[in-house]
Nanobody
Framework: QVQLVESGGGLVQAGGSLRLSCAAS????????MGWFRQAPGKGREFVTAMYGSGGTTYYADPVKGRFTISRDNAKNTVYLQMDSLKPEDTAVYYC?????????????????????WGQGTQVTVSS
């Protein structure tokens, strides 16, 4: 059992920055693939970024490439999402997810069904 708790969401103006945190329980945290997904009102949950296993392999969805950065601190059992140059279209509830994936390619990491644990989400609102 893994529990995930997101924090760091809020209201920010376009062009601003925000850093989300995802604190995870468990002593085997470093073995999990960690991902970030987001869901805008009236839309499905979409892939944002993920880091495979203990780190080293990362993928980003096209809309956030060059603006968002995923990182992790295994000692603190925490994953971060640094969001820079935020746009109004980034407005969504952001969810942290964890899974024990054995495939590291993008097609696997972007699939919601490959993640077993989810946080409750944190709201990010970007004003124009």
């Amino acid at each position: 059992q893994v529990q995930l708790v997101e924090s760091g969401g809020g209201l920010v103006q376009a062009g601003g920055s925000l850093r989300l945190s995802c604190a995870a329980s468990g002593r085997t945290f470093s073995s999990y693939t960690m991902g970030w997904f987001r869901q805008a009102p009236g839309k499905g949950r979409e892939f944002v970024t993920a880091m495979y296993g203990s780190g080293g392999t990362t993928y980003y969805a096209d809309p956030v490439k060059g603006r968002f950065t995923i990182s992790r601190d295994n000692a603190k059992n925490t994953v971060y999402l640094q969001m820079d140059s935020l746009k109004p279209e980034d407005t969504a509830v952001y969810y942290c997810a964890a899974g024990q994936l054995r495939a590291s390619w993008y097609a696997a990491l972007r699939k919601l069904e490959n993640y077993d644990y989810w946080g409750q989400g944190t709201q990010v609102t970007v004003s124009s």
